[in-house]
């Protein structure tokens, strides 16, 4: 074969490759979900290798589902998925609409088309993103609108698939019902992809790689504290994996700018970029800790 259409001379040359490079250096673990990303973006570049043979077939229905609880990156990689869409001309744009229930459906009769119909121009020629997708539909309620989205979103999904990929989102028990619940939907979903949580060694590795990004560290005793953090706030409720994370950093940042406002003297790069203990042990977490309490600092 021609060494200028080899798949890895294209994977290379597409810049899908640096996508997923990049993909692998913002989220940690997700092997799994890499994996299928992969996958995807491999069937993508060999029929864009068959039709430069020519031999034509229908362009695969690359519609989604991203199943998992909040802050496992659903959302990133969708955006990432738009990426390589983009390169690879399956889609034109390879940008991104993110929306939920209350930007598709309307209040009243005759409201739900024209909001859907509108956010699905907006994101012809990339990914629509649809987060707690089942919310669109409430069999409980004889005069909700969700249903009317729905059939608007089957069509699109089906008569302009080489041009717009859905991605529906949520928690896996909740999507199962609803697409129990909506077999035409089910059916045009060729993707199901799950997110699984993360280990707490995972959780402190997205945390570091969060602080780099901010010119923050951990000294050591802040390190051991924060895992012994995470260790205790995995078994609270409405725990998001990175979100969570991404919060407690923010309160801790935050104590630990008060505590560097109260210095009498000038303060040092060192000093300005270090997170202590005391700026994690003061978290209320510790104080509802089951075993022994910490006091906080």
């Known amino acids: 074969m021609d060494t200028a259409t080899a798949p890895r001379v294209l994977f290379e040359s597409s810049g899908v490759k640096a996508l997923l490079d990049q993909l692998d250096e913002e989220l940690i673990g997700l092997a799994p979900v890499k994996g299928r990303i992969r996958d995807i973006a491999a069937l993508l570049l060999i029929d864009k290798l068959r039709e430069e043979q020519g031999l ?31 390169q690879l001309g399956y889609v034109r744009k390879g940008h991104l609409v993110a929306v939920t229930r209350d930007d598709l459906v309307g209040q009243f009769i005759g409201h739900t088309a024209p909001k859907t119909k509108e956010v699905i121009k907006k994101a012809m020629g990339g990914v629509l993103f649809i987060d707690e997708a089942y919310y669109l539909y409430r069999p409980e309620n004889e005069r909700d609108y969700g249903q009317e989205s729905i059939e608007i979103l089957l069509q699109v999904m089906e008569n302009q698939r080489d041009d717009l990929v859905v991605i529906l989102a949520g928690y896996k028990d909740r999507m199962d019902t609803f697409f129990g619940s909506n077999p035409g939907m089910a059916s045009r979903i060729a993707h199901h992809i799950d997110f699984p949580d993360y280990s707490e060694a995972e959780l402190m590795q997205i945390a570091e790689l ?88």
């Open 56 to 86: 034509q077939s229908t362009p695969p229905s690359l519609h989604m589902c991203f199943t998992g609880n909040p802050g496992t990156g659903k959302t990133t990689v969708a955006m990432r998925m738009a990426g390589v869409l983009k």
């Open 210 to 297: 969060m602080l780099k990004g901010l010119n923050y560290r951990f000294d050591g005793p802040a390190g051991a504290a924060f895992g012994r953090y995470l260790h205790l706030r995995r078994q609270q409720p409405h725990f998001a994996n990175a979100r969570s994370v991404r919060n407690a950093l923010d309160r801790m940042r935050l104590r630990h700018a008060t505590r560097l406002f109260g210095s009498q003297s000038a303060l040092s790069k060192e000093q300005l970029c270090t997170l202590q203990a005391e700026d994690v042990l003061a978290s209320r977490v510790f104080g509802t800790a089951p075993a022994a309490p910490v006091r906080a600092v």
